[in-house]
């Protein structure tokens, strides 16, 4: 159910300096708000880029996530931290210092009309995070997105992409065609992605409502996260 071992990997191979940075950014967050230590919860982990530099740093990490492929790829990255397979929409979020969701882990339909459930997950956020405590995501929106091919090659594995675009919708859908080598030969598949599109305003009223103060972030320290993507920082007063 979305990201097969194949894509997992392709995905952690080539395509994670946004966690990377977006580390570097909660990081930078917490230790401004002169929290050194406490829970951290990663919604839709991956392949546990941001678990690791988070342990690493002294936090104890929490990921989430519906991929096994991704999930086998965090627990070697990030050993130290605690991984478990769930929805993002339905797992348990305990008393922490800090929710991340990077890489448009919101928007995606893997399982369902997850995006009727944004509003009650932010609540849950809420109540989960500790006075002062942060939540960070980024998320793909409406009015920005184009239809497009794209093609990406590694050192050994190959993406073709198709993406397209409904506003009417606010429907994006990437059409995979994934080659990875495994010995001497590429083992071929295919991937559908499903996301639903945003309006910032829609996202930021709907924070507001839980609770949070709100504010729009441009990205991740250096960065930045170009048309059709936004990112929200949002505090629990």
Request: charged share 25%.
């Amino acid at each position: 159910m979305g990201y097969s071992e194949d894509l997992a990997y392709i995905h952690d191979a080539g395509f994670t300096e946004l966690a990377h940075n977006a580390a570097a950014t909660v990081l930078k967050l917490l230790r401004r708000s002169k929290i050194r230590s406490g829970v951290v919860v990663d919604l839709g982990c991956g392949s546990g880029v941001l678990a690791e530099q988070l342990t690493r740093a002294g936090y104890e990490v929490l990921g989430i996530d519906i991929s096994d492929g991704m999930l086998k790829l965090a627990r070697k990255r990030a050993p130290e931290a605690r991984f478990v397979r769930d929805s993002i929409f339905r797992a348990k979020i305990p008393t922490c210092v800090a929710v991340t969701a990077i890489g448009e882990c919101l928007n995606y339909l893997f399982d369902g009309r997850s995006d009727r459930r944004l509003p009650a997950l932010f609540r849950r956020v809420y109540r989960a995070l500790r006075p002062g405590g942060i939540f960070m995501f980024d998320i793909a929106v409406d009015g920005g997105q184009t239809s497009a091919k794209l093609y990406t090659v590694g050192k050994d594995w190959a993406v073709l992409a198709e993406k397209s675009v409904s506003a009417r919708e606010r429907l994006l859908v990437r059409k995979m065609t994934i080659f990875r080598k495994v010995g001497r030969l590429y083992r071929r598949g295919e991937e559908v992605h499903r996301q639903r599109l945003y309006a910032p305003k829609e996202i930021a009223s709907q924070l507001a409502a839980a609770g949070f103060e709100v504010s729009r972030l441009s990205g991740y320290g250096r960065n930045r996260l170009g048309a059709g993507r936004t990112a929200f920082l949002a505090r629990n007063p």
